[in-house]
């Protein structure tokens, strides 16, 4: 078949070499499967089924595909065909495709190998859980300060801090597993949209490919792209998550708070300022999640308005766009795991802000709602004033006195222990805070979660390791 030169320099030569390099294993393993469940359900003869099989040996065995798409094919499945055909003839070689169609032999190979991608970013986001983990552990008495619109509000610790975007990665590793399961259907069987009226066994052939089940309906695992945009949301939801940590990571860095800092081997210096100290890691980080989260974006916008049909959309080039962002999350998960790991805490730094910034003055109206039984918003209305004066315990003990008429019960000595940045934490001590009684369900849900999603992990990494044997075994069967 001849085709327009511009179409096959721009559409099918890169198809090709996508194929080639990214999709030739799983689309050697589905044409395995499809053999194995053409003779099993004797659709196919056990003498025809021996000469296809070892022509199928014979061609992975030589690897005999050209380095471009030579002229005339339209693309890898009739290239291999082809090939076929020369180890056995035309006529053997095409019994192969019986009861199957491009259109279900490509999204099942699609489907494995976003299936294989998925299972690679969850081990670096569990790899980077396991860091969050060790680093909230080691800086559990590691004082911080927390903002809210861009404004310095409470002390809590840097392990406080962190867990809370360690929760914020376990969700979106839940997600994650959510997409992987609507990724883990098999189109195959289903043909060009009706299934066929021959005796294809689709169960066998998802157990023989590594799948939960067949996809349910024979058309929708043809038109389908819940495969490709659940998993760009899932991995876009969690990019969106580690660009909002960064950029607050980066603000805690800057010169004026200065509430972390890194080790030299993680920051430039400037090429004329001596002072500068810059953590463009962060910033790398930041573009890296940016472009991925712009790539799987677009990857779901693809599909806005396209017809509910089998069409390109669905085909190989959005895959293109998946792996190139799939490559940049590799890079924003380690770098990530990088800095958690190197990142160093200025809790000296916390105190100072906090008690400038008046920071810890919710624990006095607290107090003087617990100790002097008045009420909270007269107790807010007292400090308040307290803070405005620049805390002066003059004004406190007279705005307390005018709004309360008693005298005030508390010394300076004992102003200035409630509003201490560590006190203020040891306080906090209900399920979720920041003391270490707080803290102590949050780390256990914390290693719980980490546990279970580990287990999950590693069930479903078995299994798409095991379908391989499977396979394997059921083609030497033949």
Known sequence: MNMNKNYQKYVLAPSYRNWKQNFLKYFIQENKAHLVVLKECKVVNYEKTKKIKDAILAFEKNSDLPEELPEGFEDLFFLFENKLAKYVGPDIAGYLHTGRSRNDLDTTVFRMHVRKKLLKIVESMLLLLKELLKKTLETDDK?????????????????????????????????????????????????????????INRERLAELLGFEKPVENSYRAIVSSHWITHPSSAIRHFLEDVGRF???????????????????????????????????????????????????????????????????????????????????????????????????????????????????TTELADTLVREAKIGFRKAHKIVSAFVRSGKSYDVLKESFEKEIGKTFPFSKKEIQKVLSPKHFVEVRRISGGPSKTGMKKLLEKFESDLTKIRLKYNKLNEKNLEYENLLDMAFKDL
């Not at 997600?175 to 043909?191: D, I, R, T």
């Not at 790539?295 to 916008?301: I, Q, R, V």
């Not at 160093?344 to 008046?358: I, Q, T």
């Open 143 to 199: 004082l911080f300060l927390l903002y809210t619109h861009g404004q310095p509000a409470q002390v809590s610790t840097f392990a406080h801090y962190l867990s809370a975007f360690a929760f914020e990665v376990i969700e979106d590793l839940e997600a994650l597993f959510n997409a992987y399961e609507k990724v883990n259907l098999c189109p195959a069987g289903a043909a060009a949209i009706t299934t066929s009226g021959f005796n």
């Open 246 to 360: 960064v950029a607050d990571i980066s603000h805690k860095a800057s010169n004026e708070v200065g509430l972390v800092d890194f080790p030299d081997e993680l920051v430039q210096i400037s090429s004329i300022m001596p002072q500068k100290r810059n953590p463009v890691i962060l910033e790398h980080i930041r573009i890296f999640s940016e472009m991925a989260a712009g790539e799987f974006a677009n990857l779901t916008n693809l599909f806005r308005n396209v017809p509910f049909q089998d069409v390109n959309e669905v085909a190989d080039a959005p895959m293109r766009i998946f792996d190139s962002a799939s490559e940049y999350v590799d890079s924003v998960v380690v770098l990530l795991k990088t800095i958690i790991e190197g990142i160093e805490v200025n809790s000296e730094r916390c105190k100072e802000l906090a008690l400038s910034s008046g920071a810890t």
